[in-house]
């Protein structure tokens, strides 16, 4: 099970750290990533991380303004949000892959979701 946590309001600027807590399996050896879906539109991914942390995706959209970690001893991975813009408004999931590519191309066969969490950037 995936949870995630940190979303909120935020001013056009600012920043957020979202976290994805993972309990009842380790999730150490799956890649990692962060989805988001707004209104009205389809669900694209954010960022992903290869389970040993040494390759990380990130969208257009957000490259050099998010950044994506992990953290293996605690099951835990994170997406720092910096320089939030109203764009960025959607509701954000985190999701786990054996297999980091499925992550980077969004493909449908993802094995895990967690529940979403909103982020609302306002101008």
């Known amino acids: 099970q995936l949870q995630a946590s940190g979303g909120g309001l935020v001013q056009a600027g600012g920043s957020l750290r979202l976290s994805c807590a993972a309990s009842?399996?380790?999730?150490?050896?799956?890649?990692m990533g962060w989805f988001r879906q707004a209104p009205g539109k389809e669900r694209e991914v954010v960022a992903a991380?290869?389970?040993?942390?040494?390759?990380?995706y990130y969208s257009d959209s957000v490259k050099g303004r998010f950044t994506i970690s992990r953290d293996n001893a605690k099951n835990t991975v994170y997406l720092q949000m910096n320089g939030l813009k109203p764009e960025d408004t959607a509701v954000y999931y985190c999701?786990?892959?054996?297999?980091?590519?499925?992550?980077?191309?969004?493909?449908?066969?993802?094995?895990?979701w967690g529940q979403g969490t909103q982020v609302t950037v306002s101008s």
């Open positions: 999701a786990a892959d054996s297999l980091y590519v499925v992550l980077t191309t969004a493909s449908p066969r993802i094995d895990y």
């Open positions: 991380i290869t389970w040993s942390s040494s390759s990380t």
């Open positions: 009842g399996r380790t999730f150490s050896s799956y890649a």
